[in-house]
């Protein structure tokens, strides 16, 4: 059987199951709205600073005989939010906001399948948001529905995050999703219903479809794989005087936790110090504009100087309430970064506590700062727990994600 893949910004798990399908001769095509290749005139082009954000949608060489693209709508979103425009790009009714592109992209996939007998197309690998009009299609013409959920249901993110709101009232306006319209939930749960089979990427996420309201179809965990492991990670010995150097990134946001760190950071003092990645998702939040001047804040970096900057600090701390995965932590892991993360992520699947990481309950300060504060006592905790996290990274490369995902497919 062959399949059509499509997600219009094509994340390092997309890449990775395009390519694993490819590998496998399942790929029949795959479709995305903007797709970059080494040595190529788009590559030339991302060279100048205006337009290198196109390098983050570079794909392996082997994907561009089966790649289609569906640009326009994409393209101007970026052009949009470099100029300003926020009107064109205001969710859901901006023309160029992201539920645009990825509609635009559905309803070409929905187009293409027309002549899926011919191509010997049997199914189509889609997900979340992107689903609907791909499937519905598909359904009609008896192929089968593969739909990926990254993030986690919806029911199960609005209850808990509604109740995070009720706890830093001043950080509601750093969360995300609180706002979604009804006919956007519904669509995400039409998409659940036409799905044959789920894929997810944490035990956590499969957890969140509880709330789901109707039969689910089978649900399969299949944790993403770890970046090359860092060769050149050199640990200090550190001494109980020493600083420990913590990181953040991820967006600026209270479903992150960030809010949790900030407290823990600040009732901990100066045995600490933070480093903090990610963008603002808005400037209306001035408790976030307050802690950020007492750190050191890098808005944005590119790919490589993150996983540079991760090799350069002691312990990536990652308080999320609510993620499907959270690529930060394989991605730190993979650099001999240990990892604090929590439960409600993909930290339990990949994190043994106090061997190669520490994972703590969602929401809570007191346990952030107590497991911190231990690592202050015993620094030699980080050194240990962070060659075992390169060890665990060298396990399970993305190509052990990739092989596993199309196995299950196959199957």
Not at 36 to 51: H, K, N, P, R, Y
Not at 58 to 63: A, E, N, Q, T, V
Not at 226 to 233: D, E, K, N, Q, Y
Request: net charge positive.
């Amino acid at each position: 059987m062959k399949l059509i893949l499509h997600h219009s910004q094509g994340n390092a798990n997309v890449r990775a199951s395009a390519v694993g399908f490819a590998e496998a001769g399942l790929l029949s095509e795959f479709h995305t709205s903007i797709a970059c290749f080494q040595g190529s005139l788009l590559d030339s082009i991302a060279e100048v600073s205006f337009f290198s954000e196109i390098r983050r949608r570079r794909f392996d060489p082997l994907l561009k005989p089966l790649t289609h693209i569906s640009p326009v709508v994409e393209v101007g979103r970026l052009l949009s939010l470099r100029a300003g425009f926020k009107k064109f790009t205001k969710p859901e009714t901006g023309v160029f906001c992201v539920e645009a592109a990825i509609r635009s992209l559905d309803k070409k996939v929905a187009g293409a399948l027309k002549n899926a007998e011919e191509k010997g197309i049997g199914g189509v690998y889609a997900y979340e948001d992107g689903a609907l009009y791909s499937f519905r299609e598909a359904r009609r013409l008896g192929l089968k529905c593969f739909y990926d959920l990254p993030t986690g249901y919806w029911r199960a993110k609005l209850r808990i995050l509604e109740e995070e709101k009720k706890r830093f009232p001043e950080w509601q306006n750093t969360i995300p999703g609180l706002h979604d319209s009804n006919d956007k939930l519904a669509r995400k749960d039409e998409e659940i219903k036409m799905a044959d089979r789920i894929f997810v990427a944490s035990q956590f996420t499969a957890s969140t479809l509880k709330d789901f309201p109707g039969k689910l179809p089978p649900v399969q965990v299949i944790p993403y794989g770890f970046p090359a492991v860092s060769t050149g990670r050199d640990y200090i010995n550190n001494t109980g005087q020493q600083t420990v150097r913590l990181l953040f990134v991820g967006s600026l946001s209270q479903q992150k936790g960030i809010a949790n760190l900030f407290k823990a950071v600040d009732a901990i003092g100066s045995s600490v110090s933070l480093t903090v990645i990610g963008r603002k998702g808005n400037e209306d939040c001035p408790a976030l504009n307050t802690e950020l001047a007492k750190h050191r804040w890098i808005p944005s970096l590119p790919h490589q100087d993150i996983l540079n900057i991760m090799r350069e600090h002691d312990v990536l701390v990652f308080p999320t309430l609510f993620d499907g995965f959270g690529l930060v932590i394989s991605e730190a892991m993979s650099q001999g970064t240990p990892v604090i993360a929590t439960f409600n992520s993909g930290g339990p699947d990949i994190i043994k506590h106090g061997e190669n990481g520490w994972l703590v309950e969602a929401g809570s300060t007191a346990a952030l700062r107590a497991t911190i504060e231990d690592l202050i006592k015993n620094p030699a905790a980080i050194v240990k727990s962070g060659r075992a996290a390169m060890e665990t990274a060298r396990l399970r490369p993305w190509e052990v994600f990739q092989k596993e995902l199309a196995d299950s497919i196959k199957q």
